[in-house]
């Protein structure tokens, strides 16, 4: 993105957009480097943008998990949170909006 900490932006985004009281927030964690599935958002990890979001509105989140780590995702990571993760998408060559 050009920034060496988007973060603050990001927050500063999504903390406002809370504000206007959207129903939901639409996340996807960084999985894809190139062609290839890969780790690629290390340690940057959409948690930032859920707490920023806060634990009154629902956020779904797509994008590598499988099985074992939604359910750690819903039980440890979020158990705070109105939390839906989205396993089973049309695709990434046809991905327009997961929560649809």
């Known amino acids: ?22 129903g939901f927030l639409d996340l996807i964690e ?4 190139g062609n290839d599935d890969a780790n690629c958002g290390g340690d940057n990890n959409v948690s930032f943008a859920v707490n920023a979001w806060g634990k009154q509105a629902p956020v779904v989140i797509i994008g590598g998990f499988n099985g074992e780590s939604a359910q750690k995702a819903v039980d440890e990571n979020y ?4 939390l839906a993760i989205a396993l ?3 695709g990434r060559a ?3 909006c997961p929560s649809v």
């Open 79 to 82: 158990k705070d949170y109105k």
């Open 30 to 33: 960084a999985r894809i480097r």
């Open 94 to 96: 046809t991905l327009i």
């Open 1 to 22: 993105m050009g920034m060496n900490d988007f973060s603050p932006t990001f927050t500063y985004i999504i903390q406002h957009l809370r504000a206007l009281d959207i």
């Open 88 to 90: 089973v998408t049309t």
